[in-house]
């Protein structure tokens, strides 16, 4: 038997497997690329050539350097609700447990991440100026949106809340909550310890079973 024989043989990638990893490659850059020279400086030339592709590939994936930087950001939000997701499998929501780790993620994000925060930053302003492009925006975050929707969703059946609150608003509180206390955190750690994040979502889901009401907006 010869080495060739005994090699087995590639499986070729189907249509979909090849444009599923050519989409990858493209974002694994993308992030490279806009750490280094910020969403404004980075170009898509660099991206695709740092990618290995020729410009046509990344326009045919993604359109834009705008859509490319926004499914960046929508990737990022739904692996970070797909880990908080998993530590309330593990320890149900309104635990001591769950907060903890809850926390820690938070603090991971603000700490650890550091590359991202500014390009969001300066995402939101670029969107803000190009109304075309804030629309876009909030319709690519919805989608993680509603994995958090369905977190939330969860979290209030365990504790009983009142059949009359909107996981959806609750959900919406949360994620500004969130995004709130890792920029705080990174302009002042101190004010920002690990536990916060965790105390503030038991006062919220307290608040939600004491008053019975649903949040502002909901009706």
């Known amino acids: 038997m010869n080495a060739e024989s005994a090699e087995p043989a590639r499986r070729r990638l189907t249509r979909a497997e090849a444009k599923?990893?050519?989409?990858?490659?493209l974002l694994d850059a993308a992030a490279r690329v806009f750490a280094r020279k910020g969403f404004t400086g980075a170009s898509v030339e660099e991206i695709a050539e740092a990618a290995g592709f020729s410009i046509g590939a990344l326009y045919s994936n993604f359109g834009s350097k705008e859509a490319l930087f926004l499914e960046l950001l929508a990737d990022r939000q739904t692996d970070r609700i797909a880990e908080?997701?998993?530590?309330l499998e593990c320890?149900?929501?309104g635990t001591g447990e769950a907060a903890a780790e809850l926390g820690r993620l938070l603090i991971d994000v603000a700490d650890k991440d550091t590359d991202f925060a500014p390009l969001q930053a300066e995402f939101w302003l670029y969107a803000v100026r190009n109304p075309e492009v804030l629309e876009t925006m909030a319709a690519n975050l919805r989608t993680p949106r509603r994995a958090l929707q369905?977190?939330?969703s969860t979290s209030l059946a365990q504790q009983d809340a009142p059949a009359e609150v909107s996981a959806e608003a609750v959900a919406t509180v949360v994620a500004a909550l969130f995004t709130g206390l890792v920029r705080q955190r990174r302009i002042d750690p101190a004010s920002v310890p690990e536990e916060l994040f965790g105390d503030a979502l038991k006062w919220l889901f307290a608040g939600i079973n004491a008053s019975g009401a649903a949040p502002s907006g909901t009706e």
């Open 20 to 25: 599923a990893r050519t989409r990858a490659l």
């Open 84 to 87: 908080a997701a998993q530590m």
């Open 91 to 93: 320890h149900p929501s």
């Open 150 to 152: 369905q977190v939330i």
